[in-house]
């Protein structure tokens, strides 16, 4: 009872935690089911992909409380939208070390929040990219204080979609292999919106459609100059 009038009153907040972790493990996972909000590895026996993937369907609200690092070259660890919802991720500092590929279904409303952390790996044997989006219209991506890394880029998008709202403050996306890569490749036809941002790799940033806004953001370019080379894909 005193949980659910503080949590009416304030929301999820200090207060709120101190009780929550006086409680037994049986009271905590009812109280998880019952408000929908997953404060994710309250005990550290449940850090693992499998919790992280569990909370991703139904949550309102994920906070990691310990690194994972567990992903190997290509592994990805998929949130998809089926219904209307709003996310908010705080990776609280830690590390997701997997590829995240966002999505949703077409028709379906969302919105994620991902803030505050590192996703990817930053070693020769990273995975692909850090963040992919792969959605429609409807969905809005929003990434705050991230570091994205991949083994060939921070952000991904796939140029079979469109419609998507892209947003980063103050994250750094960047890839991990010298040559033939990307900050970010940008191929589908979304709206990009980057304030105080970093972008590293062979490249900057790839671009081939959508609209794409940078405020007061770098470009870091480390391959050798080339002359432009035409592309029949875009």
């Not at 503080?6 to 999820?12: F, L, P, R, S, V």
């Not at 996310?87 to 994620?112: C, M, P, Q, R």
């Not at 079979?160 to 709202?165: L, W």
Request: proline share 0%; with cysteine.
């Amino acid at each position: 009872k005193t949980i659910l009038e503080y949590q009416g009153k304030i929301g999820w907040g200090h207060k709120l935690d101190e009780l929550f972790n006086q409680l037994d493990d049986r009271t905590k996972k009812l109280i998880i089911k019952y408000l929908n909000i997953n404060r994710y590895c309250w005990n550290e026996k449940y850090s693992n992909e499998q919790e992280f993937i569990d909370a991703l369907e139904t949550a309102k609200k994920i906070v990691l409380e310990n690194d994972i690092l567990e992903g190997n070259y290509g592994e990805d660890i998929n949130l998809t939208f089926t219904t209307n919802r709003d996310l908010e991720i705080d990776l609280n500092g830690k590390v997701l070390g997997y590829e995240l590929n966002i999505k949703n279904n077409e028709g379906v409303t969302a919105s994620v929040t991902i803030k505050n952390g590192t996703i990817g790996q930053l070693n020769q044997s990273a995975l692909v990219y850090g963040v992919m989006v792969n959605g429609f219209e409807g969905l809005s991506v929003s990434l705050e204080n991230v570091e994205a890394y991949g083994y060939y880029g921070g952000l991904y998008t796939n140029g079979s979609y469109e419609g998507v709202e892209i947003t980063a403050t103050s994250s750094t996306f960047k890839a991990t292999q010298a040559t033939s890569t990307v900050g970010a490749y940008l191929a589908g036809n979304h709206t990009y919106n980057f304030t105080d941002s970093r972008f590293e790799g062979g490249s900057g940033i790839h671009i081939k459609s959508g609209t794409l806004s940078l405020v007061d953001s770098y470009l870091v370019a480390t391959a050798a100059s080339k002359d432009p080379v035409y592309n029949a894909s875009g």
